[in-house]
């Protein structure tokens, strides 16, 4: 029994409810045999993976499915030996080269070499002329590609895109590329202009209720738990689609946990959310309430504690700007627009220093810091 | 009583000059020096005075004493009677001899004539031929006078009225300020003090919320306190003129900074004191003093006066403290050192000539021609090879340990006979003596293992001490005698004499290269046949853990001032070095009690310098000083105390930088770690409303510039490595949030955490890696997303069965792990990851009984699982999930597809694991069902 998100995933670009333009697109493209490299990018949740590999199966079919994993072994120049893992199909590859911290660039160089110096032979010819002499020889032309997936392709250092670039066309014959991350504001301009960009926005809420309606209908056990009114039904999706930011993934993930915790799901059954995501909550308002030194001290054992459990920085100042923000308009403030501005240019810096820095700790500290400043500033009491 | 004259009057050159040259031996300053010899004797000075010279003359070699007056006039000899009378003032003569040492003595014999006369127990019988001294002398003698101190004529024109019963009379509790005085005329210390008026008596008022805190709490207000403004110079004082007075410093002083106090107050020659006893002549007091303090001045009525008070104290003191008893006492006291040490400096030169002589003789009987480095001559020895002590009285500090050691070595092998049964020492073979450097292990060791007549084997970091090698070279010298005292033995029939001693050094420093090496040791302390003396820095490194139980601990400590004293003198008078006794503490507290760096220093400032006295030490002793790395935590309470900012900082920019430079790694860490610790001073004045949002200002601009500094530092140890950035960084990360926020530290200076968040930052991301590359196939999803929305919906899916269902619940569990490829590992992983008081697992998990937690565990090892991924090898193996609906054509297709000719061999082995693996979770999917 997977979790739902697993279990319900959508495998054909057909399956797929919500933007459909995009899949449309991705159909005509899958069909036509002129694969272009793709940089899809988007919010987690949104169904960038689950495009990519519907698109992948459109091409090759469900051979795509049988996935491995392979680790391999690279060289350093040190002489030290770097233990890499390769998912892969035989027709396609996905490596998640930020996994290598800085030597990602010897993964890109040496693998995609590899792959790309490798022409695939193709029987599907001889096979198509045994089985069915008379079919065209058209579809044997988009098989000889491999596509490589590139995941988080914006921790890509410089120096990994820029032997990338080069890669991209000489090698354009074996291997088509698709770069999957979040923003590609860290990808550099070669690359953007060699990729065609597809942008996979987070789904409307409507979208998400569909889903989720959806997967009840599967799961009858569940569906009984869950309010027969489609209003109520709705209600509650809505509450969980906020609650998720309109993450897909987040919002069946919640609703499967809220069936598993209750018996019966009604409106105002509390949404479960993740535990990071409710300890920061708590330290945001914390820090808004009761703005003091030993507050800050506070602060630093919990932001120390969510970062060890491998909880990104950028997300931590994100969700307690997010959450700040909210906040202001519960208290008593003198100009409020004033400080939410300042707030956000607040984090805006230290968002930057947070990319530019390494110790993560020191700039939401400093955040911390300065917005506690800036409410005691201006909150009347 | 025979009276010592030397004196050589040589007369009449080639050249028609005159000369003289007079000395006194030195068994006249050892007579004069022992009190009762001196009593009654006289001592006559028989001086010439060459006042005719037209050249330099040429004996100015062998002339200790040689003045050179005018040219014009024949010779003139001025002859000097100094009687010293009934009076035990050895310093009197010592003086006498140790001024009409030095060849350009004019001014100091000048000197010495006025202290006579300032003296009352001195008559001083000036012959006639003095007062014909040519006027060019008389002038110089006039000038001389002048420039004396005011005080000194005063006191000469008081002296003849004084009556040297008075004086003897004064109280040895010089200082007291309840003691009456009984002399009148306000020349003993005691006296001057009766004249300086009381501090302030709010100085002495405690603050009732003092009484309540503990240390940490003190000393935070105290840093918070305004430092001196330090714009005032104490002024000059006389030579000595603290002589004999103990002086406490307590609280802040208004204007002069307290370590400037302590420093000038033991220059002239007085103790300072941390604590207040019976035996403290004044107390000098600022605000903030401590509360306890402050009962034991009220207690003990002691003397108490304020900064102003300890100007005029250093004004109005005589030279040499005085003349009250406690004065004479130290100077007495300090004598007597100097007289020890010259007497030591003595014996031990004599002894040397007998041994050079004695060796001279012997090599000319063996005829033998072979120089050894030993027969140098000891110009080219180090000094610290020079004075290296030769006996064991000689070594400073640790007597009892050496006697411990010696008293183990001397009774070795009576204890080897009864199988060391004895207590303590005596139970073992092997001794291990620890220490910090330059306090002298090796030497004692050497000493106590010569003086005993042992033969020594010597082994250190410069010879390779592995396993093998000392198997072989150790192995066979423990169990044999020494040849060369055998046939000592024969001679001296001392049976220690065939005996060897074993002294492993630096055994700490036993490295990589000595593979086995500790070990190997640690075996031999059990066994040995020859008693082990072992030698380290630091026991308690984890490589010296195995000595703990073989070896008896001897622990070395560092030698105090007092005890290296008469010691550094001797040195110092055999080579002709003018030490003030004074400046000793100093230096050891320079070089951290480390007496060899003292002699080096020493040996240093011989080759350019004639004395080492206050001026030049503290230029000396501050070089050396730094030498010494501060440890993180003392550059934090340094960079964060208010005392080192604002306009009377006790460190200027450069010197806070260089505190960074001490530990540039640590430093900034610390500093991030404690800023939010302190009371910033610059709080104070705040009105209490706006107390909370100035404070917390203050630590934005801190955090803000913290932040800052690690982008510098990111381009300093990034991929940039612009070191030349340092500097900057220390200002960034250190300085400028130090600037802002220094104050009272509240509470102790904690150690950095980072540095222990980072290695757990970094386990959990490599669990977290670990569980994408399992389940990385089932999730689709990269490490972020599996570990923010995954992860904390796992966790609840993975433990909730098990808390409430218990053992019905495992199948479930189990299910779910196999769906994701999770091993029991990734399960035990997984229950980490819980944060916040209602994520955390562990204290859920404990109501898991351990029949549910064993069930779970058998149950899950009862089967082989599905695996996506073997950790150890490249053998790899598909999932599990292929759709059924697909038809068989595509495995075919997809079988031959498979072109990398290296793949082929794995295929293979790949279908019979993925069958196998299929078949598996299939019989276990049914049997759950």
Same mark, same amino acid.
């Given at each position: 029994m997977s979790l739902w998100a697993d279990k319900y995933r959508p495998r054909t670009l057909s399956e797929l409810t919500f933007h459909p333009r995009i899949s449309k697109q991705l159909q005509v493209m899958a069909s036509s045999g002129e694969f272009p490299h793709l940089l899809v990018y988007g919010p987690p949740g949104a169904g960038k993976k689950t495009r990519v590999l519907a698109t992948l199966r459109e091409i090759y079919g469900a051979g795509t499915e049988r996935l491995r994993v392979d680790v391999k072994t690279f060289n350093l120049p040190s002489g030290r030996k770097l233990e890499f893992n390769v998912i892969s199909s035989s027709f396609h590859l996905e490596i998640t080269p930020s996994d290598m911290g800085n030597n990602d660039r010897i993964v890109i160089q040496d693998l995609l070499k590899e792959i790309g110096q490798t022409e695939s032979l193709d029987f599907s010819r001889f096979e198509n002329a045994v089985m069915s002499p008379n079919t065209r020889e058209e579809n044997s032309g988009k098989k000889k590609f491999k596509v490589v997936i590139i995941n988080e392709a914006e921790l890509l250092t410089r120096d990994a895109q820029a032997a990338l670039r080069r890669t991209m066309e000489k090698y354009s014959a074996s291997i088509r590329l698709i770069l999957i991350c979040n923003s590609t504001s860290n990808i550099i301009d070669p690359i953007k202009s060699r990729t065609l960009p597809i942008r996979i926005a987070s789904p409307t809420t409507s979208a998400c209720a569909g889903v989720l309606e959806m997967i009840l209908k599967k799961e009858p056990h569940a569906k009984k738990a869950f309010p027969d009114d489609n209003e109520q039904r709705n209600i509650i999706f809505n509450r969980i689609t906020h609650a998720s930011e309109r993450n897909l993934r987040m919002s069946i993930m919640m609703m499967e946990a809220m069936y598993m915790n209750h018996d019966t799901v009604s409106i105002t059954t509390p949404i479960i959310k993740p535990d990071w995501a409710d300890v920061l909550h708590e330290l945001a308002t914390g820090i808004c309430k009761d703005r003091s030194v030993s507050r800050l001290q506070q602060a630093r054992s919990i932001l120390y504690e969510l970062l060890a459990h491998a909880i990104p920085a950028k997300l931590l100042l994100k969700k307690l700007t997010m959450t700040i923000w909210d906040f202001t308009g519960t208290l008593d403030i003198e100009n409020k627009s004033e400080v939410r501005k300042a707030v956000i240019s607040a984090s805006s810096i230290y968002d930057e220093r947070l990319s530019l820095g390494s110790k993560d700790i020191f700039h939401l500290e400093g955040f911390i810091t300065k917005v506690m400043v800036i409410l005691e500033k201006h909150v009347i009491n | 009583m025979e009276i010592p004259i030397t004196s050589v009057v040589s007369t009449g050159g080639a050249e028609g000059s005159i000369s003289m040259s007079m000395s006194i031996s030195p068994s006249f300053v050892t007579d004069c020096c022992c009190p009762p010899l001196v009593y009654a004797s006289g001592l006559i000075l028989n001086m010439a005075l060459c006042?005719?010279? *037209?050249?330099?003359?040429?004996s100015r070699k062998s002339a200790r004493v040689f003045w050179q007056g005018g040219r014009s006039k024949g010779g003139y000899l001025a002859i000097f009677y100094i009687l010293t009378l009934k009076n035990k003032d050895k310093k009197t003569a010592h003086d006498a001899s140790s001024s009409l040492r030095k060849p350009e003595s004019q001014e100091t014999f000048q000197h010495f004539k006025s202290k006579q006369s300032a003296d009352s127990n001195v008559i001083v019988v000036d012959s006639e031929e003095d007062e014909k001294v040519t006027p060019h002398r008389k002038r110089k003698a006039e000038l001389t006078e002048s420039d004396n101190e005011e005080p000194v004529k005063k006191e000469a024109k008081v002296l003849p009225k004084k009556s040297p019963t008075k004086t003897k009379s004064a109280k040895p509790q010089a200082g007291r300020s309840s003691q009456p005085s009984q002399t009148g005329a306000g020349q003993t210390a005691q006296e001057i003090l009766e004249t300086i008026p009381d501090a302030d008596p709010k100085y002495l008022e405690v603050d009732p919320e003092m009484e309540n805190m503990n240390f940490f709490q003190l000393k935070a207000r105290t840093s918070e306190a305004p430092a001196p403004t330090g714009d005032r110079m104490l002024p000059e004082g006389r030579p000595n003129c603290l002589n004999g007075l103990t002086i406490v410093f307590t609280g802040i002083l208004p204007t002069i900074d307290r370590d400037e106090c302590v420093r000038i107050a033991s220059k002239y020659g007085a103790k300072v004191t941390k604590s207040i006893s019976?035996?403290? *002549?004044?107390v000098v007091i600022g605000h903030e003093a401590g509360p306890k303090k402050i009962k034991m001045i009220k207690e003990k009525k002691i003397k108490c006066i304020d900064e102003e008070g300890f100007i005029q104290l250093l004004q109005k003191m005589p030279a040499d403290g005085g003349s009250g008893e406690a004065a004479r006492i130290a100077i007495a006291k300090k004598e007597e050192e100097e007289r020890k040490a010259i007497e030591e400096a003595e014996k031990e030169e004599e002894e040397n000539r007998k041994r050079q002589t004695q060796l001279r003789e012997e090599r000319a009987s063996q005829s033998s021609q072979v120089e050894r480095p030993s027969d140098k001559p000891d110009t080219e020895k180090l000094w610290t090879v020079k004075y290296a002590p030769t006996d064991i009285k000689q070594i400073c500090g640790n007597k009892g340990n050496v006697e411990l050691l010696q008293s183990w070595l001397e009774h070795w092998f009576d204890n080897a006979k009864t199988g060391f049964k004895g207590p303590g020492i005596h139970g073992y073979r092997a001794v291990m003596i620890s220490g910090p450097p330059g306090i002298g292990k090796t030497t004692a060791a050497h000493v106590v293992a010569k003086s005993l007549g042992f033969d020594v084997i010597e082994k250190n970091a410069s010879d390779v001490r592995s396993k093998k090698l000392l198997n072989e070279q150790l192995r066979s010298s423990l169990s044999n005698s020494s040849v060369v005292g055998y046939f000592n033995q024969l001679k001296t029939h001392d049976p220690n004499n065939r005996r060897i001693v074993m002294i492993m050094d630096?055994?700490?420093?036993?490295? *990589?290269?000595?593979?086995?090496g500790g070990a190997q040791l640690s075996q031999f302390c059990r066994t040995t046949e020859t008693p082990l003396i072992l030698i380290c820095?630091?026991?308690?490194l984890p490589k010296m853990r195995t000595f703990d139980k073989t070896c008896y601990d001897l622990t070395w400590r560092r030698p105090t001032g007092k005890e290296m004293k008469s010691r550094l003198m001797t040195i110092a008078h055999r080579e002709g070095l003018k030490l003030d006794p004074n400046i000793i503490d100093q230096l050891v507290a320079a070089t951290n009690n480390d007496i060899r760096q003292i002699i080096n220093i020493m040996s240093t400032v011989a080759r350019t310098q004639k004395t080492l006295n206050y001026e030049n030490s503290e230029q000396i002793s501050k070089t050396w000083q730094k030498e010494v790395i501060l440890k993180p935590f003392d550059i934090v309470g340094k960079l964060l105390s208010g005392a080192s900012y604002g306009s009377h900082a006790r460190y200027n920019l450069s010197e806070k930088i260089n505190l960074y430079f001490n530990d540039m790694d640590f430093t900034p860490l610390m500093i991030h770690e404690n800023y939010r610790s302190t009371t910033p001073?610059?709080? *104070?004045?705040?009105?209490p409303n706006k107390r909370n949002l100035r404070h917390l200002e203050l630590l934005e601009e801190a955090s803000n510039f913290i932040s800052e500094s690690d982008l510098v530092n990111q381009l300093i140890r990034g991929g940039e490595q612009q070191w030349s950035l340092a500097p900057f960084h220390a200002i960034l990360s250190s300085v400028l949030p130090g600037s802002k926020v220094a104050g009272g530290m509240n509470g102790r200076t904690m150690f950095t955490s980072w540095l222990g968040q980072n290695s757990k930052k970094m386990k959990y991301d490599r669990i977290l890696q670990d569980l994408q590359y399992h389940s990385s196939t089932k999730t689709m999803t990269n490490n972020q997303e599996l570990r923010l929305t995954y992860i904390p919906f796992l966790i609840k899916m993975l433990s909730d069965p098990l808390i409430k269902n218990g053992t019905s619940g495992i199948d479930q569990v189990l299910e779910l792990m196999d769906e994701y490829y999770l091993t029991k590992e990734d399960w035990d992983n997984l229950m980490e990851f819980g944060v916040g008081p209602k994520g955390r697992m562990d204290q859920k998990l404990k109501s898991v009984s351990s029949a549910t937690k064993s069930a779970f565990t058998r149950k899950y090892n009862s089967y082989s699982h599905p695996t996506v991924i073997y950790k150890t090898g490249d053998s790899v193996t598909k999932g599990?999930?292929?759709?059924?609906?697909?038809?068989?054509l595509d495995d075919v297709i997809e079988d031959d597809t498979k072109d990398v000719p290296e793949d082929e061999p794995q295929e293979e082995q790949d279908d019979i694991k993925n069958d196998k693996l299929i078949k598996k979770v299939k019989q276990s999917t049914k049997r759950r069902k």
């Open positions: - | 006042l005719f010279a *037209s050249r330099p003359p040429r019976g035996k403290t *002549s004044l630096e055994v700490d420093g036993m490295s *990589s290269g000595d593979h086995g820095n630091d026991k308690s001073s610059k709080l *104070s004045g705040c009105p599990n999930r292929a759709p059924a609906f697909k038809p068989d």
